[in-house]
């Protein structure tokens, strides 16, 4: 029986590649409308356990439970639908259409006409107000008529969270959010993920402790797969195992990242 104060849970869960146990019995619980963190070394097996709970790896054995649902078996498109909304490493922006139409497009599942390519443009102006809100929020409103290929990398990024958005997530999951950006747009990002789980539960990898330190009210620690520890930031943060496991510079980062 899952408590209804968590939004996703798994029970066991593992994924074994020819041998290699690449997620190993992990129980991971995030509770609603909280931001939980999911932080290790590289090869931990972070993005693993992601691609397992959208469902583009299979488990080799386990649960994923979702708002009470057993939705192991499900499809992604399935699970999407129920409002398990992921945002990927790499920005996955239409470069050639302007930040307005990025969102119209996913504002388009609304309508039922995602796949309506022929329809006439003027068709979809009635989700301008909408696209314009998210665009909002995500502080991209200047720039709705630009094409999208012109934002910075940072501004990409949010452009990405106001899609991610427009398919009214339950639960975000963002892998690497501020990967590869500048400290301007690191901080841009953290401010923007800390805004749009007002009202949503966020679950994120990250490898930037200091956004992890700032934002998260959960962090798991995985190592080799496995559970290593869990808790608060300041908890975790000086967890002996989780010194060691991050070592040398890593290990500085993460208790001096307040």
Same mark, same amino acid.
């Given at each position: ?7 996703? *849970?798994?029970?066991? &869960? ?7 146990? +690449? ?21 931990? $097996? ?53 930040? =307005? ?18 329809? @006439?443009?003027?068709? &979809? %102006? ?5 696209? &314009?809100?998210?665009? *909002? ?9 630009? @094409? ?16 991610? =958005?427009?398919?009214?997530? !339950? ?8 990967? $590869? ?12 993920? !800390? ?18 330190? !700032? ?10 797969? +496995?559970?290593?520890? *869990?808790? @608060?930031?300041?908890?975790?943060? %000086?967890?002996?195992?989780?010194? *060691? ?14």
């Amino acid at each position: 029986m899952t408590s209804p104060d968590h939004i996703l *849970e798994t029970r066991q &869960l593992t994924k074994e590649f020819k041998g290699f146990v +690449a997620v190993n019995k992990v129980d991971l619980r995030v509770r609603r409308g909280t931001i939980h963190a999911l932080i290790g070394p590289n090869g931990a $097996g972070k993005t693993t356990c992601f691609n397992l709970l959208t469902k583009f790896l299979t488990p080799t054995s386990g649960q994923i439970l979702f708002d009470g649902t057993d939705i192991t078996n499900e499809k992604p498109a399935p699970i999407a639908r129920r409002g398990v909304v992921r945002s990927f490493q790499i920005s996955a922006v239409f470069a050639h259409l302007s930040v =307005l139409e990025n969102v119209r497009v996913a504002l388009q599942r609304q309508l039922g006409t995602s796949y309506h390519f022929w329809k @006439p443009e003027r068709s &979809l %102006r009635r989700l301008d107000a909408r696209a &314009l809100e998210l665009l *909002e929020a995500v502080d991209l409103a200047s720039y709705a008529a630009i @094409p999208a290929v012109e934002l910075s990398y940072g501004r990409k990024r949010a452009l990405e969270i106001a899609t991610t =958005l427009a398919m009214d997530p !339950k639960l975000m999951l963002l892998d690497e959010p501020t990967q $590869g950006m500048g400290l301007e747009d690191v901080d841009r990002i953290r401010q923007l993920i !800390k805004k749009v789980a007002a009202d949503r539960t966020v679950l994120m990898v990250e490898h930037n402790m200091s956004v992890v330190s !700032k934002i998260a009210d959960t962090i798991t620690v995985l190592q080799r797969g +496995a559970t290593l520890a *869990e808790g @608060p930031y300041a908890e975790v943060s %000086r967890n002996p195992a989780v010194i *060691e496991a991050y070592m040398g510079s890593a290990q500085t980062e993460l208790v001096g990242a307040h």
